[in-house]
């Protein structure tokens, strides 16, 4: 949110000392003031030296207050990529390579002193997939932003120790693990929710929720940052809404006729800002907890879900398949600039029921 941050007026004897200047600030940091930052009733309290180099200080180090950047300038007839779309029709821009400039946009998440939380599950054997996703992490996610890890566990002396830059730090969660891959996969939304009230709204500003068996391969940054994103399926970006394998039969919660639709969303990797993350995940668990009750389940449970909430509560961001990839099933193909968050090989037999 572009807010105006208005310096005091300072009076002296002879003149007045009125700085102006625009800041971003964050949902969290407009909670509460920085206990050491001047106020008008601080100034006031200034003699007459101590305003001059107050004054001084201000005009001496204008970077503080207008960092200027240097870079191409956007041309209105020429468009970033003419192969793909960009945007959709309720003017939410979808994200490739070549359609943004990170250097902007890490000013801009940085004026903010942005926090991005990342949730990930390693439930039972899933955690062996822990290490090579943390190790990815921090070399392509986020990169020179502040950024908490939130391990979803039932197994937390497993967690590995894996090295983390400035700024970055680990949260253990432990959990109950569930019988079925399936069980562990739906309650997935009641523990992001759960933890969204108790921890997450005071502690991050972005939340990402990612699958543990997938490995950062490239860069991933602020540049997926909104009120709410989900990613295209690398199965489905070329079909057509009835080639969507959404719930279909009308006694689910995540029924969606085959007239309706507009992407299939991956439910490996979707976030956004922690109230609007909280309301979907919130939504989504209270629908599987109703389909239970009706003696039904989703057919590909909690993403069904998540699409059919994404298909009414439109994601101000739409991700490019770059962001969840099967490399194995699919190859590279030259649409895909950059392949970024990849899956990893795995037997799922071996690994999701143990």
């Given at each position: 949110?572009?807010?105006?941050?208005?310096?005091?007026?300072i009076?002296?004897?002879?003149?007045?000392?009125?700085?102006?200047?625009?800041?971003?600030?964050?949902?969290?940091?407009?909670?509460?003031?920085?206990?050491?930052a001047?106020?008008?009733a601080?100034?006031?309290?200034?003699?007459?030296?101590?305003?001059?180099?107050?004054?001084?200080?201000?005009?001496?180090?204008?970077?503080?207050?207008?960092?200027?950047?240097?870079?191409?300038?956007?041309?209105?007839?020429?468009?970033?990529?003419?192969?793909?779309?960009?945007?959709?029709?309720?003017?939410?821009?979808?994200?490739?390579?070549?359609?943004?400039?990170?250097?902007?946009?890490?000013?801009?998440?940085?004026?903010?002193?942005?926090?991005?939380?990342?949730?990930?599950?390693?439930?039972?054997?899933?955690?062996?997939?822990?290490?090579?996703?943390?190790?990815?992490?921090?070399?392509?996610?986020?990169?020179?932003?502040?950024?908490?890890?939130?391990?979803?566990?039932?197994?937390?002396?497993?967690?590995?120790?894996?090295?983390?830059?400035a700024?970055?730090?680990?949260?253990?969660?432990?959990?109950r693990?569930?019988?079925?891959?399936?069980?562990?996969?739906?309650?997935?939304?009641?523990?992001?929710?759960?933890?969204?009230?108790?921890?997450?709204?005071?502690?991050?500003?972005?939340?990402?929720?990612?699958?543990?068996?997938?490995?950062?391969?490239?860069?991933?940054?602020?540049?997926?940052?909104?009120?709410?994103?989900?990613?295209?399926?690398?199965?489905?970006?070329?079909?057509?809404?009835?080639?969507?394998?959404?719930?279909?039969?009308?006694?689910?919660?995540?029924?969606?006729?085959?007239?309706?639709?507009?992407?299939?969303?991956?439910?490996?990797?979707?976030?956004?800002?922690?109230?609007?993350?909280?309301?979907?995940?919130?939504?989504?668990?209270q629908?599987?907890?109703?389909?239970?009750?009706?003696?039904?389940?989703?057919?590909?449970?909690?993403?069904?879900?998540?699409?059919?909430?994404?298909?009414?509560?439109?994601?101000?961001?739409?991700?490019?398949?770059?962001?969840?990839?099967?490399?194995?099933?699919?190859?590279?193909?030259?649409i895909?600039?950059?392949?970024?968050?990849?899956?990893?090989?795995?037997?799922?037999?071996?690994?999701?029921?143990?």
């Amino acid at each position: 949110m572009l807010s105006p941050v208005k310096w005091p007026c300072i009076p002296t004897e002879n003149f007045c000392v009125h700085c102006a200047g625009y800041g971003f600030l964050s949902q969290r940091s407009q909670k509460s003031r920085d206990p050491g930052a001047v106020t008008s009733a601080d100034v006031r309290k200034l003699d007459v030296r101590e305003v001059v180099a107050l004054s001084r200080m201000v005009y001496a180090q204008p970077k503080m207050l207008t960092p200027r950047m240097v870079y191409a300038q956007p041309k209105m007839l020429t468009p970033s990529r003419e192969d793909v779309l960009v945007l959709t029709p309720w003017l939410a821009p979808i994200i490739w390579e070549g359609t943004f400039n990170i250097d902007i946009l890490n000013e801009q998440f940085r004026l903010q002193n942005t926090t991005i939380g990342l949730t990930v599950f390693a439930i039972k054997k899933y955690v062996v997939f822990l290490k090579l996703f943390l190790e990815t992490a921090e070399q392509h996610f986020m990169v020179g932003h502040k950024v908490i890890y939130y391990v979803f566990t039932d197994r937390p002396a497993e967690v590995p120790q894996v090295p983390l830059g400035a700024g970055r730090k680990l949260v253990v969660l432990t959990v109950r693990n569930y019988s079925r891959w399936q069980d562990v996969s739906m309650h997935r939304m009641e523990m992001i929710s759960d933890f969204s009230e108790r921890r997450f709204l005071q502690e991050v500003d972005y939340l990402v929720c990612a699958d543990v068996d997938m490995k950062f391969q490239d860069h991933v940054g602020v540049e997926i940052l909104s009120a709410l994103f989900g990613t295209l399926h690398p199965g489905f970006y070329r079909s057509s809404r009835e080639a969507f394998t959404y719930e279909r039969r009308p006694k689910s919660q995540a029924y969606i006729p085959h007239n309706e639709g507009d992407f299939y969303y991956m439910g490996a990797f979707f976030g956004g800002s922690v109230v609007e993350v909280h309301r979907l995940t919130k939504a989504c668990h209270q629908a599987m907890v109703e389909d239970k009750a009706n003696g039904i389940e989703a057919v590909w449970h909690d993403e069904s879900h998540l699409n059919k909430y994404l298909l009414y509560h439109k994601p101000t961001k739409v991700l490019s398949p770059e962001y969840v990839w099967d490399q194995k099933l699919l190859g590279w193909p030259s649409i895909m600039k950059k392949l970024r968050y990849v899956a990893v090989p795995k037997n799922h037999q071996a690994i999701r029921n143990r």
